[in-house]
Structures are given as C-alpha cells and as structure tokens.
C-alpha cells in the first residue's frame, strides 16, 4: 500500500472522533540526529548511521478533554544511510517517511498563554534507500547500503513548548524520540555480521501551529 494511501485512510479514521472538539493544524521544521549501532564480524566493529539530516513535519490534532489530546503526525527526513570503521566511511543517499498517532498530556489548561506538554505514540516508519549501487562497496564485509527500503513499526515519546503569540497561533518547540527496529533491509548486514540494539533518532523542531 502507498504511504499517500495510508495517510489519507488515517485522516478519515482520526477526523470523525474529533469533530466539534479544538482543532490544531501545524508545521516544522528541524534536524534529525541519529545514534549509531554497532555492526560486528569475525571480531571486528563498524559503526553505522543515518548521517544528521534535515527534518520537517506536519500535524493534525485534537484538545478538547481538558489537557489531555492527540495528533496525527507525519514526518519527513533526508539524510544518508553511513557506515563507517575508523578514517573508513561509505555513504548511501537515503530518505525516510512516518505517520504515528501521539497522545499528549499538557501541564496547563487550554486557557494558558503557555503550555509544556509531552507525548507519546506509536506507528510507522519507511526507510528507502536512494543511492546509485556500485560494484565494490568498502565495508561490505560488515553490511551493504541498499537501494531498496524497509517499513517497519514506530514508538515515538517526546516533549515541548507551546507559546500563544496571537490569536489561534502558536509558536511551538518539540523534541522527538523516534524509536524503530534496525532498517536492515536498506543497511543490510553481511551473511557473518550481526547489528545490535534499536535505531534512535532525536529530532529537535520549531513551528507554527493554527487552533480552532
């Protein structure tokens, strides 16, 4: 199924449940950070990554039950796909796609000019791999970085700011947490090689967003 597909069949399902409640559509923009994971083979170790990367996202959302709420959120992400062992670096163009649903808990009621909340939630993430493949990668005795892609689940928790600075606008600071299973179909280990943990990335933002 496209990703546009499932965006839109999300959209239909969040809408009717938040009807005749407070409406927030929003926008950001920010950078990604990923925490590398090691991959080993016959003893030996090799960092790989997603490089630090341009952000942006954009957000459907609902608060009317006191300080409670929710949003639908989809997030967008270019950076390459790294490999690295010592002064020995490959790189893979590669993009990323997510929506996931969070719920928000805010530490002040709606009425307040500021409101810090945090969140958490869970759904999906499409990693994809854009380069151009060659013959001879370096490092491929630990991992090869594919032109292919790889979908697999979110959790997200995060944290931030909201700011009225005018009717129905506000300025808006988050900091994510997006958690996924390693993408190893795109960053795919060698036959004798394992990659250990989970894939983080920490993504800072800053937007505006709209209430109605």
Known sequence: ?????????????V?????GQ??????????GFYASNDVTSAGATASAKIQTN?????????????????ELRYDYQNGPLQLSQGSNQTTFSGVSHAIHYDFLFHFTDGESRIRPFV???AGIKVYRGTGTEVA???LSNFALLTKDQDLTGLLSVGAGLKFAIAPHVQLRLDVH?????FPKQIIAPASNAKVSGWMQDFVPMGGLAFTY
């Open 1 to 13: 199924m496209r990703l546009s597909t499932i965006l839109v069949c999300a959209l239909v399902a």
């Open 15 to 19: 809408v009717p449940s938040a009807w």
């Open 22 to 31: 407070k409406w927030e559509f929003g926008g950001g923009v920010g950078g």
């Open 54 to 70: 341009l952000a942006g996202s954009a957000w459907v959302g609902s608060n009317g039950h006191g300080r409670l709420g929710g």
């Open 119 to 121: 969140s958490a939630g």
């Open 136 to 138: 001879f990668q370096p």
């Open 177 to 181: 947490d997006y958690i996924t299973p």
